[in-house]
Nanobody
Framework: QVQLVESGGGLVQAGGSLRLSCARS????????MGWFRQAPGKERECVAT????????YYADSVKGRFTISRDNAKNTVYLEMNSLKPEDTAVYYC???????????????WGQGTQVTVSS
């Protein structure tokens, strides 16, 4: 079993930055692919970014490309989401996810965190 705990959410003004962290425990194998998702009120959950276990492959949604950066530190079993130039439309609950396979973490990850709220004020 894998447990994921997100942190780093909060309230920020438009144009500001936040860094989300997701700590992984349980089965701490570093070969899990990781992803960040978000869900805004009244909207479906969407995949924001994913990263392969060795950081050689990353994916970004068009809406965040150039503003968000996903990274990981396997020694710390942690994945990060650096969010810059935040916009009010980035307001959502952000979830961390993990899966053994990169092609699955984007569509149907096996493990989910509880989420952290990000609110961007205009």
């Amino acid at each position: 079993q894998v447990q994921l705990v997100e942190s780093g959410g909060g309230l920020v003004q438009a144009g500001g930055s936040l860094r989300l962290s997701c700590a992984r425990s349980g089965r701490t194998s570093s070969t899990y692919a990781m992803g960040w998702f978000r869900q805004a009120p009244g909207k479906e959950r969407e995949c924001v970014a994913t990263i392969s276990w060795n950081s050689t492959s990353t994916y970004y949604a068009d809406s965040v490309k150039g503003r968000f950066t996903i990274s990981r530190d396997n020694a710390k079993n942690t994945v990060y989401l650096e969010m810059n130039s935040l916009k009010p439309e980035d307001t959502a609950v952000y979830y961390c996810a993990a899966d053994s396979f990169l092609w699955t973490v984007k569509t149907n990850p096996a493990y989910w965190g509880q989420g952290t709220q990000v609110t961007v004020s205009s």
